[in-house]
């Protein structure tokens, strides 16, 4: 769901790539200012060499200071060498396949399934995150009070608190505070409702808002009307008894 602009400095990878693309050395500020790094939200810097990414993540960091980024190392040393760069995360594609070739011999079905619900696009479950912000309605409340299941039907499986420690299948009575990311699984239908559920804050306000205005215009609209009653010349008590009441039926809903 988000646009991608692919670098490289072979035209010839870039002839088939879906995406839009730029051609040029990625270490170059001005190939990176070409590609949008000013209005990007995250970057990974998946290059040949480990020099080069960590070039690439030093440059990036100093342009846009609160970027995200993501850097691919192909040695246990480069790894945080990348992370003194500026990396927010660093992937060696090598680790990781050592350790999933392992898991697979250890725990297949566990792992096959967390391989098709991580990849599986077909598949009717998957994994997602939602960050919990500071108006958020499910902000100070535990997550049994929140009846996430219940009402969104998606299962949290762990919670991410500030500090970046994960808290797995986490107790009912655990409270859930701004800055909390909840991953969950569940459907997309089930996910949506999961961030509308997160997210109600502003669209509760706004239908507050709208209630309160119609409220007050309805009660200006009856006062109004009861001083009109009031100062007509002959306007019987019977009258002004019945706007009185449609005033208090007002005031009472």
Request: aromatic share 4%.
């Amino acid at each position: 769901s988000r646009a991608i602009v692919v670098i490289d400095h072979d035209e010839s990878r870039l002839a088939d790539c879906a995406h839009p693309t730029v051609f040029g050395d990625a270490t170059e500020d001005s190939v990176l200012e070409a590609a949008g790094i000013a209005r990007a939200s995250a970057l990974v810097a998946a290059v040949d060499t480990d020099a080069a990414n960590s070039f690439i993540t030093l440059s990036a960091r100093s342009m846009r200071p609160e970027l995200f980024i993501v850097a691919r190392a192909r040695s246990l040393d480069s790894e945080q060498k990348l992370e003194r760069s500026g990396a927010d995360r660093v992937v060696n594609p090598q680790s990781i396949g050592g350790s999933r070739m392992a898991a697979f011999v250890l725990r297949p079905h566990v792992a096959e399934f967390v391989d098709v619900v991580m990849h599986e696009h077909n598949l009717e479950f998957h994994l997602e995150e939602f960050l919990v912000p500071s108006d958020s309605p499910l902000a100070g409340t535990t997550l049994g009070d929140a009846r996430v299941r219940d009402q969104t039907g998606a299962l949290v499986l762990a919670m991410r608190d500030t500090a970046g420690s994960f808290l797995t299948n986490p107790p009912q009575d655990k409270v859930i505070e701004p800055g909390h990311v909840l991953i969950a699984i569940g459907t997309d239908d089930e996910h949506k409702a999961l961030r509308r559920l997160t997210h109600e804050t502003l669209a509760k306000i706004t239908d507050d808002l709208g209630r309160r205005h119609t409220f007050n215009t309805a009660i200006a609209a009856a006062m109004e009307l009861l001083n009109a009653a009031t100062r007509v010349s002959g306007a019987d008590a019977q009258g002004r008894a019945v706007v009185r009441e449609a005033l208090d039926v007002i005031v009472l809903t």
